[in-house]
């Protein structure tokens, strides 16, 4: 089975019908209903309940349906075409009924500004296709390469900066790396290995094990970085089996999670987290500066509180990756650079992420540190 159906376009879909066909009814209300009950089932029943449209999504959190922008019978809107709706039930449980301007809803529901042209905003904001050096690998930095272990995701956020991205063109095939394992085999230069995706723990146990066991073959790799959303959204997805493995390993294995606002992190998302901290995997925590979700400074201030004291370290504050259909999303510089400030006059050192910008073509990400900075 392909890991994703192709659009008119020929791109590769994260998390399409066929890959995670709907089986379960979601139910018409979830206020009221405890997140402990989503987490009973395993992460695949999870994946396979999950929202899949915008008017679902509506309808779940108790607003009102869009209508006037309905585009097919099946009630999705223009900008689900090419980047559909997908949010896990676990997810959704989090979000406050009949708000529409929930931090968490305002990620993943489709809005008509993502059909508004922007200029700057483009399809490969960050230059990936640029860094293909072999079917599923991208290499930009030095030491470091990273592997596009799939193309599914989790869920479906909005600002996505891999919403475009070309999955299926670029040799990017579920459980298909040998490709990825020949490059770094000949690399001996490389000595970390990101695993990204979309989501690559939306793969299973079983699998993961065969390529972690290739890259573990690999004499000159160190360091297995696995960036994943999965623990926040599905958190079930972290098991007894995933954290053994990760354990386990001769390479030294860092978990890199994204959570924008702390209303994402559940005693469920904590808890988990936990189990894997006590394994001895460190976990850090990537978000990213979205309008209307956390440009406040108290927001980030609780995240990042949050996220020490249950012992995640807060790792970067990224400025929006200028994908398009996300340019609702910006927040500029200065104010970003503002609430920085406010973070590091009352939270230590460790507790503050460092706030970056991805350039296409750079050698590393690039830190923000004053107002000189402009957007072109």
């Known amino acids: 089975m392909r890991n994703g159906s192709t659009n008119q376009s020929g791109k590769i879909l994260a998390t399409s019908e066929e890959f995670v066909p709907t089986a379960f009814h979601v139910p018409g209300e979830l206020s009221g209903m405890p997140l402990h009950e989503f987490e009973q089932v395993h992460w695949q029943v999870a994946m396979k309940r999950a929202i899949r449209s915008g008017l679902q999504l509506r309808k779940a959190v108790g607003l009102s349906p869009d209508s006037a922008e309905v585009v097919d019978p099946s009630g999705k809107l223009a900008c689900e075409q090419d980047f559909p709706t997908f949010a896990p039930l676990e997810f959704v449980a989090r979000i406050e009924p009949g708000n529409p301007d929930d931090p968490l809803l305002k990620q993943i529901l489709p809005v008509a500004a993502e059909q508004v042209e922007q200029a700057g905003f483009a399809a490969d904001p960050v230059g990936d296709l640029n860094a293909l050096v072999s079917p599923g690998v991208l290499h930009k930095y030095e030491g470091r390469a990273l592997i596009l272990t799939t193309a599914a995701c989790g869920i479906h956020c909005r600002y996505c900066f891999r919403r475009e991205f070309p999955y299926q063109e670029t040799g990017s095939r579920k459980d298909d790396w040998l490709p990825s394992i020949e490059y770094l085999k000949n690399h001996s230069d490389v000595e970390e290995v990101i695993l ?112 020490v004291n249950h012992r995640i370290q807060p790792y970067y504050l990224h400025q929006l990756d200028r994908v398009r259909g996300a340019a609702h999303f910006e927040v500029p510089v200065e104010t970003g650079l503002k609430i920085i400030e406010s973070l590091r006059a009352v939270l230590p050192g460790f507790a503050v992420p460092q706030y970056v910008y991805e350039e296409p073509g750079a050698k590393s990400k690039s830190p923000l540190l004053d107002n000189t900075f402009k957007v072109n």
């Open 196 to 307: 990204s995706g979309g989501d690559p723990l939306t793969t299973l146990d079983e699998k993961l094990d065969k390529l972690i066991t290739a890259l573990e073959g690999v004499p000159h790799l160190k360091r297995l970085r696995i960036h994943s959303r999965m623990p926040i959204v599905i958190p079930q997805r972290i098991t007894e089996e995933l954290v053994k493995r990760l354990s386990s390993s001769r390479l030294a294995v860092w978990m890199v999670i994204h959570a924008n606002h702390p209303q994402e992190l559940s005693e469920g998302v904590l808890s988990r987290l936990a189990h894997m901290i006590d394994a001895g995997i460190p976990v850090l925590n990537q978000a990213v500066l979205l309008r209307g979700v956390n440009d406040q400074a108290e927001t980030l201030i609780e995240l990042c509180r949050r996220l």
